[in-house]
């Protein structure tokens, strides 16, 4: 326990599992008030922060939240976007209905948060903002990883933006672009990889490892030390980049 966000009010949305639970209770650890969300609000359990469901597709639900945490906690110091999906294939098994649903949920998703959070940040003339990017997007181009890679680029450019246009006051902007990091989701993408190649589950697992210049994936922690000091006053001069925390994936 430590204070480097004392006092600070802070939501991160899909903090039910992996990197998005991993910087909610770092957040919590550093003395920040949290405001834990997901769209499955059992994965939730355990969490020490304000726990609520939030569908981050649904303009309704981020409205909803937004006037309930205002009344509770007043605007948000620090908000962290972190739910995001992955479309595995190339532009020729991507259907449209893959390439909206990539897009709604890991970009459009951010649009809905920031603006309807920001006004509340502007009005404190105080906030930060960390959206979860990836290796993968315009910081590297990676095999099946079409749709995916491009809402994450799609998220660097939107968090470039917001940090421009809110740079004079009081508004930092920043994206975290991960390795492969260990999490429920990669488990799942290697259990299917297996059923679909016939290959063991350790193959496909070597394959991504393979992927980590280190020999070995990230994990979630790894991940929310950097998030934790974009979202505290440590970071005060830093706005608008992309930050590798990627084991050397970009090397
Ligand atoms: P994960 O994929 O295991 O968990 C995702 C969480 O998002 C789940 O708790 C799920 O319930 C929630 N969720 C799904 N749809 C939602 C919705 N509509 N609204 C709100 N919550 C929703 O977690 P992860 O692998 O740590 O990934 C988290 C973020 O990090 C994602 O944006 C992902 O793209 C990014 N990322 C992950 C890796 C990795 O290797 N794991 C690498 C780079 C970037």
């Given at each position: 326990m430590s204070n480097r966000l004392n006092g600070k009010v802070a939501l991160v949305t899909?903090?039910?599992?992996?990197i998005g639970r991993a910087i909610a209770e770092k957040f919590a650890d550093q003395g920040a008030k949290v405001i834990a969300t997901d769209l499955?609000?059992?994965?939730?359990?355990?969490?020490?922060a304000k726990l609520r469901k939030l569908d981050v597709c649904s303009q309704d639900d981020v409205e909803a939240l937004s006037r309930e945490t205002a009344r509770e906690f007043?605007?948000?110091?620090i908000l962290v976007n972190c739910a995001g999906y992955v479309h595995h294939g190339t532009v020729l098994n991507c259907s449209d209905k893959d390439w909206d649903f990539s897009f709604d949920l890991n970009v459009k998703s951010m649009h809905r948060t920031i603006k309807t959070f920001l006004p509340g940040m502007l009005e404190k003339k105080a906030g930060s903002i960390v959206n979860i990017s990836s290796t993968a997007s315009s910081i590297r181009g990676v095999p099946n990883r079409y749709a995916y890679g491009a809402t994450k680029a799609a998220v660097i450019g939107l968090t470039k933006a917001v940090a421009a246009d809110f740079i004079t006051r009081g508004i930092r902007c920043n994206a975290i672009c991960p390795g492969t990091v260990e999490s429920p989701s990669l488990g799942e993408r290697i259990a299917a990889l297996s059923t679909e190649t016939g290959r063991s589950r350790e193959a496909v697992r070597q394959d991504f490892v393979a992927r980590q210049p280190m020999g070995r994936l990230g994990t979630a922690e790894e991940i929310a030390w950097l998030a934790l000091f974009l979202a505290?006053?440590?970071?005060?001069?830093?706005?608008g980049q992309a930050h590798l925390v990627d084991g050397g994936m970009a090397l």
């Open positions: 899909a903090a039910g599992q992996g499955d609000p059992n994965k939730l359990q355990g969490l020490r007043g605007p948000l110091d505290s006053d440590e970071a005060s001069y830093i706005t």
